[in-house]
């Protein structure tokens, strides 16, 4: 068999997607999806807002999708607001059946890989993989020491004994103890005795207490009334949330590095899958896939979406760092108090002049003056001492 022109390695989210969108664009083009792990996608789900994606582009996700529902919610001490914009689920799961369905041999699960090369792969067992061009879509990004916190997150899909009462996602309940720092739960209601229950902390530290976050989530449910009859499934994880703009380690892979792994994801929420359809879109429309070719636009895409998000770690900044943590909620409380438009364009990383401006400057300031200033002028040493 002739070499593909594309070899993939890492079958997560991202590269899933562009081989997916690839086998769609140009189904001429021969692509070679390399994953360690038993199944495309690990054990994940990865969620949006109808507003994060262009329509044509929800349209070509179909087959991936898991479930839809037409709005989301969030909740605060002062208020809760609904959000009539709809918010869809992918699972590990359906990624993996629709992406297998799209390149039915072109698919290689429980692969180690050795060495990565511009235009070969070597797995563990020895065997040799040729391909025209090769991309690392592997793993998050190595960050710099003490320039991240982290958003360490468990969450258990349960069955409960009896209906739950939720009706659409709860993407942000903050009625919970807020001591340690800002931390909310994340409903996704599957049917009407089962539901994800999500327990996230942001932190200065990218460490997961495992049986803490179960624990958590038992007595969350127990306030509720809920009894939970079994756990189907649970998956955890530590996403990094960038302090300053340069918070990245220096790459040093011979190909190109794509997904989360090469820092594709949004800055401010740390969720990357918005940034995964659109890196997938506009990588489907490339018409030269030789090596060089590929890492220039790699290469383009990292500084664009660099430039794009040098607001966020400022914004993450004041959460983390703020000397009163308990009170950390307040900076999203406040911001779910604003325009909907402001909040559809922060989670679609589209955020104009006028929004930041918005998201900086309207209402009762959540932090002191003294301390918003400290916050965003912190350089990189100062920083690495507050988180260290």
Request: net charge neutral.
């Amino acid at each position: 068999m002739s070499a593909p022109d594309l070899a993939i390695v890492g079958g997560g989210l991202s590269g899933s997607l562009i081989g997916f969108r690839l086998k769609q664009v140009q189904p001429d083009v021969r692509v070679h999806l390399i994953e360690r792990g038993a199944a495309l996608g690990g054990n994940h789900t990865w969620s949006f807002h109808e507003s994060d994606m262009t329509p044509a582009q929800i349209s070509w996700m179909t087959p991936l999708i898991s479930r839809r529902w037409d709005r989301n919610e969030v909740r605060f001490p002062s208020f809760a607001r609904t959000f009539k914009n709809a918010y869809f689920s992918i699972l590990s799961e359906t990624l993996d059946r629709a992406v297998r369905a799209a390149l039915p041999h072109a698919v290689t699960t429980r692969a180690n890989v050795r060495s990565l090369e511009p235009t070969a792969v070597t797995l563990e067992s020895g065997e040799r993989v040729s391909a025209g061009c090769v991309i690392d879509a592997r793993g998050i990004i190595d960050a710099r020491p003490g320039l991240t916190g982290g958003l360490t997150f468990l969450g258990q899909d349960v069955e409960l004994e009896e209906p739950h009462g939720i009706e659409h996602p709860v993407i942000m309940d903050t009625l919970c103890d807020q001591s340690d720092g800002f931390r909310f739960f994340y409903l996704l209601p599957w049917s009407e005795r089962s539901l994800l229950i999500e327990d996230n902390i942001f932190s200065p530290s990218m460490e997961l207490d495992a049986d803490r976050f179960r624990r958590a989530i038992r007595a969350y449910a127990g306030d509720r009334g809920w009894r939970i009859a079994s756990v189907a499934r649970e998956e955890m994880g530590v996403l990094p949330i960038p302090l300053t703009s340069d918070f990245a380690a220096p790459a040093h892979s011979p190909v190109p590095r794509v997904g989360a792994g090469g820092g594709f994801f949004h800055y401010g929420t740390t969720y990357s899958i918005r940034h995964a359809v659109n890196f997938a879109d506009e990588f489907a429309q490339l018409d030269d896939f030789a090596p060089a070719a590929v890492s220039a636009f790699v290469d383009r895409k990292r500084r664009e979406h660099r430039r794009r998000n040098r607001f966020y770690p400022m914004l993450n900044r004041m959460l983390l760092m703020t000397a009163q943590p308990a009170n950390a909620y307040r900076i999203l409380e406040r911001f779910y108090a604003m325009p909907e438009r402001v909040i559809e364009n922060f989670y679609a990383d589209r955020l104009t002049l006028r929004d930041r401006l918005t998201v900086m400057f309207s209402g009762k300031p959540p932090l002191s003056l003294a301390e918003a200033v400290r916050l965003i002028f912190s350089s990189a040493p100062s920083i690495r001492r507050l988180t260290t």
